[in-house]
């Protein structure tokens, strides 16, 4: 069965800092994996995916996430954080079936950005 | 901006009650999806449309239905509300397998 762990439930970092958001994932398939970002009151937005193509992926606003089959992991990476990237943050694995996907989410990350 | 709508975008209503939300999908895609997002909950998947047809049923509750129509747009219909409903619902849609979803901006519905 198809499942994301998302192992950190806050994340608190200073802004300019690295950012650091961990996901593990489980899939019977080679999977689809997504990162999705939702700030307050707003629906979520696709940040990257992979799809098996390069290992690292770049994503918008600078975040960039590395596939790592051996350890079945998908961190979500920064280099330096900004206010405005304060937000909760989705990891998702894609279910093929049929003609249509399914995606199975994470239960989320809040990211906190100190001035 | 993703390209899926959601109307309304916020809905106060009673216990007991009915309502219908609406969402029109990207021009193209033929999934729809249906999420529920509550604080306590998180985000739970309800249900998915693909071309009119029900492709999957997550955590719906029997009192909530869903359908989707000829033009694709679709709508989530919750009956006999309850406290307990009060979330933020999420539309999202799909193009072909194994691709990502996008989602509209919600319906906060706040049941008094």
């Known amino acids: 069965a198809q499942s994301v762990t998302q192992l950190d439930s806050h994340v608190s970092v200073s802004e300019g800092t690295p950012v650091l958001l961990r996901c593990n994932y489980s899939?019977?398939?080679?999977?689809?994996l997504f990162w999705y970002v939702q700030h307050p009151n707003k629906g979520l937005q696709l940040l990257l995916k992979?799809?098996?193509?390069?290992?690292l992926v770049k994503g918008i606003n600078g975040f960039e996430a590395e596939f790592k089959k051996s350890e079945t992991s998908f961190h979500l990476t920064k280099p330096s954080a900004h206010m405005s990237d304060a937000a909760e943050y989705f990891c998702?694995?894609?279910?093929?079936?049929?003609?249509?996907?399914?995606?199975?989410f994470g239960s989320g990350t809040r990211l906190s950005i100190r001035p | 901006d993703s390209g899926v709508t959601q109307t309304p975008k916020h809905l106060i209503t009673a216990t007991g009650q009915r309502v219908t939300l609406r969402c029109s999908p990207r021009?193209?895609?033929?999934?729809v999806y249906w999420y529920q997002q509550s604080l306590d909950q998180g985000l739970q998947f309800l249900i998915q449309?693909?071309?009119?047809?029900?492709?999957a049923k997550g955590n719906i509750l029997e009192r909530f239905s869903a359908q989707q129509f000829p033009d694709l747009h679709s709508e989530l219909n919750l009956s006999s509300l309850e406290l307990g409903d009060s979330a933020l619902y999420f539309c999202?849609?799909?193009?072909?397998?194994?691709?990502?979803?996008?989602f509209g901006p919600g319906t906060r519905l706040t049941v008094l």
């Open positions: 998702a694995v894609s279910v093929p079936y049929s003609s249509a996907s399914k995606i199975i």
């Open positions: 899939s019977s398939y080679s999977p689809s």
């Open positions: 021009s193209g895609d033929l999934s």
């Open positions: 999202a849609s799909s193009g072909e397998a194994r691709s990502e979803q996008f």
């Open positions: 449309y693909y071309n009119g047809e029900e492709r």
């Open positions: 992979y799809t098996s193509a390069a290992t």
